[in-house]
T-cell receptor
Framework: AQSVAQPEDQVNVAEGNPLTVKCTYSVSGNPYLFWYVQYPNRGLQFLLK??????LVKGSYGFEAEFNKSQTSFHLKKPSALVSDSALYFC????????????FGAGTRLFVKA | GAVVSQHPSRVICKSGTSVKIECRSL??????MFWYRQFPKKSLMLMAT?????????EQGVEKDKFLINHASLTLSTLTVTSAHPEDSSFYIC???????????FGPGTRLTVL
C-alpha cells in the first residue's frame, strides 16, 4: 500500500537560513512524488514533482527537492528561507503511472521568523 | 497555469439541510475530478474520484448517499452534502486533471460549517 510520512509536525527556521522539510514514502513500483504548499483557508499550490530523471528537482519559489531511492525520501529544501514561506507543506505520492490516486502526508507547518 | 474554482468559498447551514459545492475547471477540460476533505490541522483525505459522464468512485468509509457527486460536464463537478450534520463541518477541496497529464490542479476550497 502507498503511504507517505512527514515526521515533523512543525519546522522553525530563521529568515535567511536554509530550510528542510522531510518526507519519506512507501510505494510499489516507481513513485511519482509531489510537494504542495497551502496557505490559510486556501487550496493547495503545486511546488514541484519528481517523475523520473535527475534526482534533484527544482520547483516554484526557489524550492527544490532531492529524490533518494535508497532512503525512500523526498525532502523539500530551500537555501534561504523567507518569512513569506511560512505555510503548511504537503508531500504526496502516486504509485503507478496511469494510476492517479494520490496519497498525502500529514503536512508540516513551516514557521520562518524574521 | 490551469485554474480551478470552487463555489461557494464559505457556507453555513443548519443541521438537516443539504449543501451543494461546485468545482469548475476554468480554462481546461477536466476528464477527472477529485474531492478531498481536510480536517483542521490534518491532511487531505480523498473522498471520491469522478470521471465525466460516469459514476463517482468513492473511497472506503465515505458514504455515497451522503456525499453525492455529479460530474455532468468536462468543466463542472458538484458535491452535495445531504442532510448535513455538525460533524460534516470541514474544508472541502476539489482538484481536476486532464487525461494524460501528471498534474492535478486544486481549487481554493470550501469551508462548510453546519450548525
Amino acid at each position: 500500500a502507498q503511504s507517505v510520512a512527514q515526521p515533523e509536525d512543525q519546522v522553525n527556521v530563521a529568515e535567511g537560513n536554509p530550510l528542510t522539510v522531510k518526507c519519506t514514502y512507501s510505494v510499489s513500483g516507481n513513485p511519482y512524488l509531489f510537494w504542495y504548499v497551502q496557505y490559510p483557508n486556501r487550496g493547495l499550490q503545486f511546488l514541484l514533482k519528481y517523475i523520473t530523471g535527475d534526482n534533484l528537482v527544482k520547483g516554484s519559489y526557489g524550492f527544490e527537492a532531492e529524490f533518494n531511492k535508497s532512503q525512500t525520501s523526498f525532502h523539500l529544501k530551500k537555501p534561504s528561507a523567507l518569512v513569506s514561506d511560512s505555510a503548511l507543506y504537503f508531500c504526496a505520492v502516486r504509485g503507478l503511472p496511469g494510476g492517479f490516486k494520490t496519497i498525502f502526508g500529514a503536512g508540516t507547518r513551516l514557521f520562518v521568523k524574521a | 497555469g490551469a485554474v480551478v474554482s470552487q463555489h461557494p468559498s464559505r457556507v453555513i447551514c443548519k443541521s438537516g439541510t443539504s449543501v451543494k459545492i461546485e468545482c469548475r475547471s476554468l480554462d481546461f477540460q477536466a476528464t477527472t475530478m477529485f474531492w478531498y476533505r481536510q480536517f483542521p490541522k490534518k491532511s487531505l483525505m480523498l473522498m471520491a474520484t469522478s470521471n465525466e459522464g460516469s459514476k463517482a468512485t468513492y473511497e472506503q468509509g465515505v458514504e455515497k448517499d451522503k456525499f453525492l457527486i455529479n460530474h455532468a460536464s468536462l468543466t463542472l463537478s458538484t458535491l452535495t452534502v445531504t442532510s448535513a450534520h455538525p460533524e460534516d463541518s470541514s474544508f472541502y477541496i476539489c482538484s481536476a486533471r486532464v487525461a494524460g497529464d501528471d498534474e492535478q490542479f486544486f481549487g481554493p476550497g470550501t469551508r462548510l460549517t453546519v450548525l
